[in-house]
């Protein structure tokens, strides 16, 4: 009987006004050939977010979507929510 | 293979797959099977409205951390990150504790204190609108006047919940925490916080 453990990135997708890329880790444990369990495994990166060690596919995707245009419209847009959260207090 | 369509009553029929039902339905439409169902596009319950759709549920983890208004924190290893969410339609609940177990100077770091790598990002949805609870928090370094983290909210077109503290001045809990109030150490079980909340999400 053999058991392993397998991880796929099986969904990537691009969301918001600023492109943030969503990704999906598939990890399937799998026995003598047959997947018996499968749970997910999420994260998110960010226009300003460092992409260089994600997989070859993720880091496609950002160099692809953010974009200099993109990375300076969230960072304006952070800029707005810290001054709102400022003039609030 | 054979798959066949049975009528074994006047009630009820089934689709069968060598023989077995993969599928019945009886006269007033309810649909049985014996492991599953799947519907790409949905299920309505209730309704056929739209707002009756149920379009994707997904449970998993993913992997809480400290960072700053840049997206960035010097933490470099932490005794808990463990995260997990379950997603109905277009809201996804997720809970889970962080704590350090060495924060590293914490140089550089500036403004507020995010936990940061929800797994999904928050729709835009107006200010403050969906709220985090904390339920357990304990050493942290809280500026003058003020408390550790109380609370916690979900940013808008991001995938961070702002924390925020008391003001023990005025006894109202709206001020951010500064990402300078994680204590710096670099021993285990500081800066630990359990949490949960609700938010809206995009897609």
Request: aromatic fraction near 8%; proline fraction near 2%.
């Amino acid at each position: 009987m053999t058991i392993e453990k397998t991880k796929t990135i099986d969904k990537i997708e691009v969301v918001s006004d600023y492109k943030h890329i969503q990704v999906r880790e598939r990890i399937d444990i799998v026995e003598d050939g047959q997947v018996i369990s499968t749970t997910y495994h999420r994260w998110v990166i960010a226009p300003n977010q460092d992409h260089s060690n994600e997989h070859a596919d993720v880091q496609a995707m950002c160099q692809q979507f953010h974009t200099q245009e993109v990375k300076d419209a969230y960072a304006t847009f952070l800029a707005e929510q810290q001054a709102l959260e400022s003039a609030n207090v | 293979m054979t798959v066949s369509v049975k009528a074994p009553t006047s009630t009820t029929g089934s689709i069968q797959l060598n023989g077995s039902d993969v599928l019945t339905i009886d006269s007033s439409g309810n649909l049985t099977a014996p492991n599953s169902l799947t519907s790409t596009g949905g299920i309505y319950l209730g309704g056929t409205a739209s707002a009756n759709l149920l379009d994707d549920y997904e449970e998993g983890t993913w992997t809480p951390e400290y960072h700053d208004d840049n997206g960035e924190m010097g933490v470099t290893s932490y005794t808990d990150q463990n995260g997990y969410y379950q997603r109905v339609g277009q809201y996804v609940t997720v809970w889970g504790e962080i704590q350090t177990s060495n924060t590293g100077s914490l140089t550089g770091t500036t403004g507020g204190l995010y936990i940061g790598n929800l797994p999904f990002v928050k729709a835009s949805t107006g200010n403050d609108t969906f709220g985090a609870h904390l339920s357990f928090v304990r050493r942290f370094t809280p500026a003058a006047n003020t408390t550790s983290p109380k609370t916690g909210l979900f940013i808008n077109n991001s995938n961070a919940m702002r924390l925020y503290k008391e003001d023990l001045t005025t006894g109202e809990l709206d001020l951010g925490v500064n990402a300078t109030e994680l204590s710096v150490q670099t021993t285990q079980n500081y800066n630990w916080l359990v949490f949960s909340g609700t938010y809206l999400i995009t897609g």
